[in-house]
């Protein structure tokens, strides 16, 4: 149950004076739909109104706050003249302007006669001192509800300031005290004010610097933000480690027919990886391990032997790929291998005909196929396993959080291997994921070579196009990606099928084509033709991005490079340089190239280090953005901003990972102080997992 004192806070926005129905709406798409969203809601700018010359002090651009006599009202005779009111004080004459104003109102408004207080730019116009559409009117009264500094925020159309800072002043009231639930040293130590005063401070800055991530009233609500995440993801990891696992002890023997056939010896990050993944299986709690590394690294061969250890505890695995190419190309590595092992290998995709896919959903329920590879076909309702001891999802950000959890209650205390070739910066991975065990694979396998990265302007094609000609004589494989021209996969095919003319008519017989709306079984067949070498290039949309595997290919040209992000150049790049035989990559620019798009490509050069590439794709763009906030399943941050906040997510980490272990059910008066901050930050979930709550 949310305590009481929370209540105020979670009534809808429309409670607050002033924002009704219409309001109501813009606020919630603004903000959202409850009191407590407007408060995370903080000004990005301010405005100080404390500036109070006199007429003949104003200068012109200033903002100033003015005390004036109303005089005269000049009513334009037609529509194109502005409204003016004649406005003075002992020193001089100011002008008020207003355009399209209305009579009856700015009468009321401006009584000839009255004092008024008025604020807002001072211009001077034809040696008048004149300010157009004041931000403020007000009587002599109220003048010290102008003479402050304004907070500026963010709005949205139909949205102005003033109703959003009345009703933001108004949830500011509403604030109950709170008891604190921080560490008491640390707060001391950081110097941070309360929740309360906190709030109130970062809605009322006097200067700039109160504006900036490191402002002592921001970093503690940002520590309050990413300790509630924190937290709450602490709590459900804890949640799930008590609830019934399995230990799934292999004996060695799949693993090691599987490596007897392999032409190659694992890296030494691939045995490091097997080895955790085989100590967490055989440990009785539930394992949720990362594997993380880059493209061609050899994560698949590694997933492969923690199925084969769930296979020799007779138990079954699954792998599940995001999409219906990647799962058949996993399967397709793994065959070979399964054969090996002398272990049942099924494939299960959306595509399957009615009598293959019952054949597969048998062998699963009878346990007679051990692994399966497939795509979210696999969670289906009718899918049942004998007995699933260890699932393994490809690509993770692709798939939301539900359907993760999906294939892993398919069975009861299923391991989870997470697989990702994404590296994903570390303060990222502990934003989502809290202390997740991570695995990493950091080297390349023996015996690639490095890749020859160039940037090259557009109008060079045509010599880039003679240049791959000697190279397609030779029989080299070459990926030409087109132009990714905006989220419409109609234009970016249109572009792709002329370039595909384009190189046809130059090569001819030599060109595939592949793309997103092509049938599977086309694809595949030119995927094939490619593979195998009758087709020396392949013009493709962003299809092939992730997982395509062609170890003969050695060019990868990338069309308007400066369109792409730095993890797509980065997976793109990674198709080539999988064979022994040196890479190439060529991006491809449009000029004039801006400044976002020439560190990318400069990075490009410089690096191959995924994890490095990941950081600076983290920098350059900020961290929503990076993985698609939602669906990575990655907390949206209202007030942490996890470049800036990176040290505080740290010791948000720590201090989570010390309540847990002291007070894993939140029963001490911190405990309590604790959940009510998760109600605050919607972490009710987490709050379910506690047995006392
Ligand atoms: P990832 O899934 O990490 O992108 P893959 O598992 O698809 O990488 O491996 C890429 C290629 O490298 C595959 O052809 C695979 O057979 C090969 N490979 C994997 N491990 C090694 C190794 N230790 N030495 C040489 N080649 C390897
Ligand atoms: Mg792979």
């Not at 001391?188 to 109160?210: C, G, I, Y």
Request: contains cysteine; charged residues 25%.
């Amino acid at each position: 149950m949310r305590p009481q004192s929370l209540t105020p806070l979670f009534a809808q926005v429309t409670a607050l004076p002033g924002i009704g129905p219409r309001l109501g709406k813009l606020v919630e798409k603004l903000a959202g739909p409850l009191v407590v969203d407007l408060l995370w809601h903080l000004p990005f700018a301010l405005i100080d109104r404390r500036n109070a010359p006199t007429v003949a002090e104003a200068k012109a651009g200033d903002v100033a706050t003015l005390t004036v006599t109303i005089g005269e009202h000049l009513v334009p005779r037609n529509g194109r003249q502005p409204y003016r009111i004649w406005c003075s004080d002992q020193t001089g004459r100011l002008c008020l302007t207003y355009f399209n104003g209305r009579e009856d109102y700015l009468k009321k408004l401006l009584p000839p006669g009255d004092i008024r207080v008025v604020s807002g730019k001072i211009e001077i116009y034809q040696g008048e001192v004149q300010m157009t559409h004041p931000d403020h009117v007000v009587p002599l009264d109220q003048r010290d509800s102008v003479l402050r500094v304004e907070p500026v925020y963010g709005l949205t159309a139909g949205l102005t300031q003033r109703p959003l800072q009345k009703a933001i002043g108004a949830a500011l009231e509403r604030l109950p005290d709170l008891p604190e639930w921080q560490n008491a040293a640390y707060l001391a130590r950081q110097r941070w004010p309360s929740w309360k005063a906190a709030l109130a401070q970062a809605h009322a800055p006097t200067e700039e610097v109160d504006l900036e991530p490191r402002h002592p009233a921001r970093a503690r609500l940002a520590f309050d933000e990413l300790l509630a995440s924190q937290l709450a993801v602490a709590l459900v990891r804890h949640h799930n480690r008590t609830l019934a696992g399995r230990s799934t002890k292999g004996d060695g023997r799949l693993q090691a027919r599987a490596r007897a056939s392999l032409p190659f010896e694992l890296t030494s990050s691939q045995k490091a990886a097997v080895a955790e993944i085989a100590a967490d299986m055989a440990k009785p709690e539930r394992m949720v391990r990362l594997l993380q590394g880059d493209v061609g690294s050899g994560k698949t061969l590694v997933a492969l032997l923690a199925m084969l250890t769930a296979v020799e505890s007779g138990a079954q695995a699954a792998l599940m790929a995001p999409t219906e190419l990647l799962a058949r190309q996993h399967h397709a590595t793994i065959m070979p291998l399964a054969e090996a092992a002398g272990v049942k290998l099924a494939l299960l995709t959306g595509r399957d005909g009615q009598r293959q896919k019952k054949a597969t959903l048998d062998g699963l329920a009878d346990g007679s196929i051990q692994i399966v590879v497939g795509t979210h076909a696999l969670v289906q309702e009718d899918v049942e396993f004998a007995d699933l001891a260890l699932a393994v999802v490809d690509e993770q950000h692709r798939f939301g959080v539900h359907q993760r959890m999906a294939l892993s209650s398919k069975s009861h205390a299923v391991d989870l291997l997470v697989m990702t070739a994404t590296p994903i910066p570390r303060t990222l991975m502990l934003a989502a994921y809290g202390d997740l065990d991570v695995s990493k694979l950091t080297e390349k396998p023996a015996g690639r070579q490095p890749i020859d990265t160039r940037t090259i302007p557009l109008e060079r094609i045509g010599e880039v196009v003679e240049g791959i000609s000697r190279r397609v004589a030779d029989g080299a494989r070459i990926y030409w990606v087109c132009p990714l021209i905006e989220e419409s996969e109609e234009v970016d095919l249109a572009n792709a099928e002329e370039r595909y003319r384009l190189l046809q008519a130059r090569f001819p017989g030599k060109v595939g084509l592949v793309h997103g709306r092509l049938k599977g079984a086309e694809r595949e067949a030119t995927m094939a033709a490619f593979a195998d070498g009758r087709l020396s290039i392949l013009v493709a949309t962003t299809v092939i991005e992730v997982g395509v595997d062609v170890p003969a290919a050695t060019v990868m040209i990338i069309e308007h490079a400066e369109r792409f992000g730095l993890a797509q150049l980065h997976q793109l790049r990674g198709r080539v340089g999988r064979g022994s035989a040196k890479s190439t990559c060529l991006l491809l620019y449009a000029q004039p190239l801006g400044e976002t798009a020439k560190a990318r490509l400069a990075i490009m050069r410089e690096t191959e280090d995924g994890f490095r590439i990941a950081e600076e794709d983290l920098r350059l763009r900020g961290a929503g953005e990076l993985l698609g906030t939602r669906q990575s399943g990655l907390p949206d941050m209202r007030l942490a901003d996890l470049a800036a906040h990176a040290e505080l997510l740290e010791a948000a980490r720590d201090d989570a990972r010390l309540v847990i272990e002291r007070d894993p059910d939140l029963n001490t008066p911190r405990g309590e102080a604790l959940r009510a901050l998760l109600y605050l930050f919607r972490r009710d979930d987490a709050v379910r997992t506690l047995r006392a709550g």
